[in-house]
């Protein structure tokens, strides 16, 4: 008798637990299915009303403005990419679009581009130092992919001269149009927080072939026991960097030494100029 009663409690409690882990399973997907972020039309669709919004309230408008490229990215663009904006200098201000306009015809801009398959990323949760740790966090928040794309402004529309990868997935700060001392080649310098390192990281694109080719792509950083510096060692048109190193004994660190490295053009890769071995991408 105490063995069917037994057998009886542990079904119970089987059906019990079935049951508990069937109505989560089914609140998660209800959820999943009324959330904006898995909607890429319904996402759209705020995003086309928060526009006609500032539409309103724009007091100067020109062919090829800021709404306009907002507008362009929208409709142009595939679902979940969006114009990103700088981030906020106080609690409080407006956040402005991250683009830099560049003679009479020409726009820098930086888009963010969701990875297919998952959930929309959101402006808010890829810009910021406090965004810099997003690829520690355990939520879905979407991957972000962003790009330093230059537009030309066409009969009041857009075209697209090139995009190349930034590579990182949060923490945007702003970026800036730069000079390089040694030649004077303008290079447009995309600044991300580093959180985890406690600094910053540097993504600078040299125009070395002009404005309408394809830039190079350099990386520089700084943090509290991190640093990478740009340079010219060959005096070639490509920058350089030294990459320092530095003694961490517990209760200080001391910056011990340099090594450089030099771009080769063959392979297309930084190149440690104590060991041809190590070589780096950008």
């Known amino acids: ?59 100067k408008r020109f062919p090829c403005d800021t709404l306009a490229l907002i507008e362009f990215v929208l409709n142009k663009y595939p679902e979940g990419t969006y114009l990103v904006d700088f981030d906020k200098t106080l609690t409080y201000n407006i ?18 581009k969701s990875k297919p398959g998952e959930r929309l990323i959101e402006v808010k949760n890829i810009v910021g130092y406090d965004q810099s740790f997003i690829d520690l966090d355990s939520t879905e928040l979407g991957t972000a992919f962003f790009y330093l794309t230059l537009f030309e402004c066409v009969d009041s529309t857009f075209k697209i001269i090139w995009e190349t990868p930034v590579p990182s997935h949060g923490g945007f700060n702003n970026f800036k149009i ?86 080769d053009v063959k392979n297309k890769v930084y190149v440690n100029t104590r060991n041809s071995k190590q070589t780096r991408q950008y």
């Open 1 to 59: 008798m105490k063995i069917i009663y037994c057998t009886i409690i542990i079904v119970l409690m089987f059906l019990i637990i079935s049951c508990e882990k069937s109505d989560v399973k089914h609140n998660n997907i209800t959820e999943r299915n009324n959330d904006v972020a898995y909607l890429p039309e319904k996402d759209a669709e705020i995003q086309r009303e928060n526009l006609e919004h500032k539409k309103k309230f724009a007091t």
């Open 95 to 112: 956040p402005r679009s991250a683009v830099i306009y560049y003679g009479s015809k020409y726009i820098f801009g930086i888009v963010a």
């Open 178 to 263: 730069r000079k390089w001392n040694y030649n004077n080649t303008d290079y447009i310098k995309v600044n991300f927080h580093y959180g985890r390192g406690i600094g910053n990281i540097d993504y600078n694109y040299f125009l070395v072939d002009g404005l309408t080719e394809e830039p190079h792509l350099l990386m520089t950083y700084e943090g509290i026991n991190f640093k990478r510096k740009m340079a010219n060692v060959n005096n070639d048109k490509y920058p350089d960097y030294y990459e320092f190193i530095y003694y961490d004994s517990g209760d200080k660190i001391v910056e011990r030494d340099s090594v450089a490295f030099i771009w």
